[in-house]
């Protein structure tokens, strides 16, 4: 069975950082793009970021790129994302993703994240 | 950047067919897939490749897509399929998802 499991969410400062990671099992994760996709609670689902198998590509929506960093171990089956200068408006859910054939087929339970003074 | 746009609501009865419908600029040109998101739930991918079912999903689910339009449908509703149902396509390296459209079963 695929397993993907986040952590790190958490109450952060406005401007401040937050390290989010996942955790895989059941599948080889080195053979697989990677997604982040975030969900304000209550509202739609947006995706975040994207990184290539051998981390040699990354993509970014527009509102993160240049703030987050989406990032790879595969020799410990490890997914991140770092988030700095970290805004009100990231306040979501975040989902870890792993994608196939074009579609996200399996999905973590998702880490809080929460901007805030 | 690219949209996908879907209704907010829609109401079918149990046993009727569902069918929700997602818009955007040449999506038929792209694949098209389909979620389901059930309340404090994780979204299960129910349709990939415009009409393709993962392992597991119910034949009652199907997915079409041409032109403009993407559409899921769901034959035999029942009232576990009661959720948000959420498209989702791939254009210039990022991924973009319709807003989502919640399905009651009334």
């Given at each position: 069975e695929e397993r993907l499991k986040e952590s790190g969410g958490g109450l952060v400062q406005p401007g401040g950082s937050l390290r989010l990671s996942c955790g895989v099992s059941g599948f080889s994760f080195s053979s697989y793009w990677m997604h982040w996709v975030r969900q304000v609670p209550g509202k739609g689902l947006e995706w975040v970021a994207n990184i290539k198998e051998d981390a040699s590509e990354t993509n970014?929506?527009?509102?993160?790129?240049?703030?987050?960093?989406?990032?790879?171990?595969?020799?410990?089956?490890?997914?991140?994302?770092q988030m700095d200068s970290v805004r009100a408006?990231?306040?979501?859910?975040?989902y870890c993703v792993k994608e196939v054939r074009y579609a996200f087929?399996?999905?973590?339970?998702?880490t809080l994240v929460t901007v805030s003074s | 950047s690219y949209e996908l746009t879907q209704p907010p609501s829609?109401?079918?009865s149990p046993g009727q067919t569902a069918r929700i419908s997602c818009s955007g600029h040449k999506l038929g040109d792209k694949?098209?897939?389909?979620?389901?998101?059930?309340?404090?739930?994780?979204?299960?991918l129910v349709i990939y490749q415009d009409n393709r079912r993962p392992s597991g999903i119910p034949e009652r689910f199907s997915g079409?897509?041409?032109?403009?339009?993407?559409?899921l449908t769901i034959s035999g509703t029942q009232t576990g399929d009661e959720a948000d149902y959420y498209c989702q396509a791939w254009d210039n390296n990022t991924w973009v998802f319709g807003g989502g459209t919640k399905l009651t079963v009334l």
């Open positions: 970014y929506v527009a509102s993160v790129k240049g703030r987050f960093t989406i990032s790879r171990d595969n020799v410990q089956s490890l997914l991140y994302l408006e990231d306040t979501a859910v975040y087929d399996s999905w973590g339970q998702g | 829609v109401s079918v694949f098209a897939c389909w979620y389901q998101q059930k309340p404090g739930q994780s979204p299960l079409s897509n041409s032109g403009t339009t993407a559409t």
